[in-house]
């Protein structure tokens, strides 16, 4: 288990077939990485994936992102 028993965030992402893209569906809080897989299968039966994968939110490393929508206000 994480410190503290804390719950991090996972992201999923699938495949439905071989050959399509890797897509983001969902995502969920898990106390471990082991408890996110079983999340994962569980909640997201509703395909037959040829591919499921989960990653820490915290572990994914942006290379671009891009410019908010809006400006919050009151934020210079």
Known sequence: MTANNQKQEYL???RIKR???LMQVGSFHAESDELAK???QYIYDEEDWV???VVRKDA???V???EPLFEKE???
Do not use: K, S
């Open 64 to 66: 671009r992102l891009p």
């Open 60 to 62: 994914l490393i942006a």
């Open 51 to 53: 591919e499921m994968q």
């Open 19 to 21: 050959g399509d893209d």
């Open 74 to 76: 009151g934020v210079n």
């Open 38 to 40: 079983v999340y994962a």
């Open 12 to 14: 999923l992402f699938t």
